[in-house]
């Protein structure tokens, strides 16, 4: 059974960090890019960034560039995400999600298995 479990979320000062984990099990996570997502209330979920399966990254809001780093640890199927400087504007339950191919896409029609989501909450 396939199943993410995101991790790492919580309730941070202005300029703080957060390093996000999402544990994956029931597959490899060798072979696929594994994405980040974010929805804030009121808001559409927006792509964050994704680690191809190779290890690149890719950010996908200019707001989060130099900000926001992928990681990704094969042996122990997790991916990070790791979030500094963070902005009252970060706060959203973030999201990860497997791409169906090693490759990442910004599009959620690209992802077949999604976790639950952990709250990341930032205070100005």
């Known amino acids: 059974q396939v199943q993410l479990v995101e991790s790492g979320g919580g309730l941070v000062q202005q300029g703080g960090s957060l390093r996000l984990s999402c544990a994956a099990s029931?597959?490899?996570?060798?072979?696929?890019?594994i994405g980040w997502f974010r929805q804030a209330a009121g808001m559409e979920r927006e792509a964050v960034a994704c680690?191809?399966?190779?290890?690149?990254?890719?950010y996908y809001q200019i707001s989060v560039q130099g900000r926001f780093f992928g990681s990704r640890d094969d042996d122990a199927n997790t991916v990070h995400l790791q979030m500094d400087n963070l902005k009252p504007e970060d706060t959203a339950i973030y999201y990860c999600?497997?791409?169906?191919?090693?490759?990442?896409?910004?599009?959620?029609?690209?992802?077949?298995?999604w976790g639950q989501g952990t709250q990341v909450s930032v205070a100005s």
């Open positions: 680690t191809s399966n190779t290890g690149g990254n890719l």
């Open positions: 999600a497997r791409a169906r191919f090693g490759y990442c896409d910004r599009n959620e029609n690209e992802f077949d298995y």
């Open positions: 029931g597959f490899t996570s060798r072979y696929h890019a």
